[in-house]
């Protein structure tokens, strides 16, 4: 019944990774230019849908499908319409458009409760450097600080909120007020655990925690020919000192990832020894306390490479996120949701942050991921199997049924 919606959604998907800041390639960031035409196209299918919908202050696309009473409570579906840059056409929008796709399939049939399907504004954090402003506007905790970050342009991010004909004084609007039913989001695994396991689909018990900094190095641009290699203060070989150190502390304790996946030596020139380096850190694991004493040890190698090589280090902490377990009433309903359409059932954690974890801090939270081929995301190459996405909806829709008899 639901296979033709599959298709519709993947060819969705398909499209909208069409809407991109750079042609060729998918790079969609906050409110940048091409998520008005990704809004207007959702909207639209949205509208046809019965939704009412708008877009709120903190830049979140929000469709309302009424209850069967002007007063039922609300279920939340969705994930974020960003990406990365150069991304692949699912990470994130597979989710809302899902959501769609399952009011669609309702064709008109309303309810005990309302559904709002919600595409947040920003996940990635690629702009500005910190993730979740969309899903942190839902649960008020945008605050000035956040508001002022800027980009490499110099824009901040209540500029951008005007610059798309937003607010950011009014984004306290956002925020849920009333009580919930929960909020479930589908997404692709993002890594290779169901493909290696032969099954479409998994229920995530836990998200793990991460910390995310910013860490520069300066010492003093010299002359590359001309400066003995003993009166160098090189920040570029400093701070590639340290990121082989990472490499080697995350490698001692099981279960610990970091990742230095930005480095820029200034002034970059061939011929000029770099006077500072600014890098990028993203350390997760599922014990906060681990991955806290992990940061303390980079750190703290971070301070004793810079000072052997007459070097400062500074760093900033973008973000500090807890891991956040899911809900056990909705973990047990996608449970019985998935043993309904008769799947596998499949329990597991997720490596990579969502909006999920945010959401939880202000109502029941579960994801459902979606196999990814090959394990493959954040890259074009990134793709989804027809069938699990047939196998999601099957199990949405089931979602939606034991919710309706369950009353909540």
């Given at each position: ?289 681990v991955r806290a004493a992990a940061v ?44 309904r359409r008769g799947l596998p059932v ?63």
């Amino acid at each position: 019944m639901l296979a033709p919606k599959a298709r519709e959604v993947v060819r969705c998907c398909r499209l909208l990774a069409g809407y991109s800041e750079e042609a060729g390639v998918t790079t969609r960031t906050f409110l940048s230019a091409p998520m008005r035409d990704v809004h207007a196209h959702l909207t639209a299918w949205m509208q046809r849908c019965g939704m009412t919908v708008s877009i709120d202050h903190a830049g979140n696309l929000r469709g309302v499908y009424a209850g069967s009473s002007p007063h039922a409570p609300r279920l939340f579906i969705g994930s974020h319409l960003d990406t990365v840059v150069h991304a692949g056409a699912f990470d994130g929008v597979l989710g809302v458009v899902l959501a769609v796709a399952l009011v669609d399939a309702l064709d008109g049939r309303r309810l005990p409760f309302r559904i709002e399907v919600v595409g947040f504004s920003d996940e990635e954090g690629v702009r500005f450097g910190v993730p979740f402003i969309g899903s942190r506007g839902l649960v008020g905790s945008v605050d000035d600080a956040l508001l002022g970050r800027r980009d490499a342009r110099g824009r901040s991010v209540s500029d951008a909120i005007r610059d798309y004909g937003l607010e950011p004084s009014r984004i306290g609007e956002s925020q849920v007020i009333d009580e919930a039913i929960g909020y479930v989001e589908f997404h692709i695994e993002q890594g290779p655990t169901l493909d290696r396991l032969g099954l479409p689909l998994g229920i995530v018990d836990s998200i793990v925690g991460q910390s995310r900094l910013a860490v520069v190095f300066t010492g003093s641009a010299n002359h590359a020919g001309t400066t003995p290699m003993n009166a160098r203060r090189d920040a570029l070989a400093g701070a590639a000192e340290w990121i082989g150190a990472i490499e080697a502390i995350a490698s001692e304790v099981s279960g610990l990832v970091a990742t230095v996946g930005r480095i820029e030596a200034i002034p970059g020139a061939t011929n000029v020894i770099a006077g500072r380096c600014e890098t990028s850190l993203d350390v997760r694991h599922s014990g906060d306390d681990v991955r806290a004493a992990a940061v303390a040890r980079m750190l703290e190698r971070a301070r004793q490479i810079a000072s052997r090589r007459h070097l400062d280090v500074r760093w900033d902490v973008c973000l500090d996120q807890p891991s956040t377990s899911m809900s056990p009433h909705l973990i047990a309903t996608l449970e019985r949701a998935t043993a309904r359409r008769g799947l596998p059932v499949h329990h597991m954690s997720s490596g990579a942050g969502h909006d999920a974890m945010v959401m939880a801090a202000r109502m029941p939270a579960a994801m459902l991921f979606l196999r990814s081929p090959n394990g493959i995301s954040h890259h074009p190459d990134e793709t989804v199997l027809e069938d699990d996405v047939t196998a999601a909806l099957n199990v949405g829709h089931e979602l939606l049924e034991l919710v309706a008899r369950s009353g909540s």
